[in-house]
C-alpha cells in the first residue's frame, strides 16, 4: 500500500461548483480559470470535465499552460493567456487559435505588428497591477478599437470584501471603458466577484479557486470540496505530560496524550505556519496539530480518535471535514496558496 500523501480530484464536485457559479449569472458567460495547472489539480483533467458540463471558455497565465489546454480540448474553446504575448510568441497565438489578453503599452506595439489573431483588452480600473491606463483611454480608443478585441476586462481587488467601496468604484470606472466599447463583450468579476450580485456580472465571469472549493460564498450558494489531501500515518505512540513535540519544542504536553506521526510536511505543501494550529481529521474525528510541520512528517494529537489510529490509517488535511479556507486561515495563508503548493511528491488521483 501507497504511504504517499494523497490529493484526491473530485472532478465532479468541479462541474457542480462551475454549475453553481453559473446560475448566479444567467445570460452570462461563465469561463473557468485554469492557470497554474487548474490551482495545483490538473488543468488537462479539469479542463476535459468542465468542457463535457459546457463550459467553453478557459482562461491560464501563460501560452505554454494554452498550449497544454489547446491540445487537450481540441479547437473549440476559447483560451485566453492572461499575461500576455511575447513578440516571439505571437506565431504561435494565431496557430493555436488562442486569444492574447493586451494589457501594456509593449503588448499592444507588439500586436498591432502581430500576424492577424484575436485578442482581448484588460483595463487598471484601480488595482494597479496588470492593465491598460484608463487615463490615456481618450486618446488611444480609435487604434483600440482598431484591434477588434473579442472582450474588454479588468479585475477586482477587494472582491472578497463585500462592502468595500473599491468594488463600486472600480465598477463605475469599468463602466465607462464598456461604454467605449459598447459592442464588445465585458468581463470584471472573479470568484468573489460573482458573489457581489448581478450587476458585476457583465457578459463574461472568470471564477477560479471557487471551482476548486476555496472562496466565501453567501449563503444560498454552496461550494463543495474539490480535493481530499490526506496522508498515511506512520507510527502511533504516547506522548508522557511534560515532553516536548518537534523541532524547536514548540509545544509542552500538559499530560499524557496518544499521539500518532503522519508522512505529510512542507515538502508536500501543508503550510509549515500551521504548526500547532490546523486541525486534521482521522475519521471525521478532530485531530489537532501538535508542533510544527517538518518537512516530510506531522505530529497530532489523537485523544478523540484514539479507537481509529492504526498505522496505515489516512488522516484528512483538506477536504469535506478539514475545510479548505478554515485550513488557510489557521495557517495565515490563502486556499490558493496550499492548492498551488501541493508539491508534486503528493499523488493525483482523480474521482
Sequence with gaps: MKQLPRATIHLTS???????????HPGATTAAVVKAD?????AVPVSRALLRAGCSTFFVAYLEEALAVRKALGLGPRIFVLNGPARAEMSAYVAAGITAVLSSPDHLKAWASAPKGTCALHFDTGMNRLGLKT????????????????????????????GNPMNSAQRKAFDDITSAFADTPAS????????L??????????????????SRP???????PAVTLDAAILSVFEGKAGETVGYGATQTLQQDTPLATVGIGYADGLPRTGGN????YLDGLQCPVVGRVSMDLVTIDVSGAQAKAKTGARVEFIGEHAKLEDQAARAGTLGYE???GLNNRVERVYA
Design 14 to 24: 468541479i462541474v457542480s461548483n462551475w454549475q453553481a457559479l453559473d446560475g448566479l
Design 38 to 42: 487548474a490551482y495545483g489539480l490538473g
Design 135 to 162: 487615463t490615456t483611454l481618450a486618446t488611444t480608443l480609435a487604434a483600440l478599437q482598431r484591434l477588434h478585441p473579442v472582450l474588454v476586462m479588468s479585475h477586482l481587488a477587494c472582491a472578497d470584501e463585500t
Design 188 to 195: 470584471l468579476s472573479n470568484s468573489a466577484g460573482c458573489y
Design 197 to 214: 450580485g448581478k450587476a458585476f456580472g457583465y457578459d463574461l465571469t472568470r471564477p477560479g479557486i471557487a471551482l476548486y472549493g476555496g
Design 218 to 224: 453567501p449563503k444560498g450558494v454552496r461550494i463543495k
Design 277 to 280: 494550529n490546523l486541525i486534521a
Design 338 to 340: 496550499i492548492l498551488t
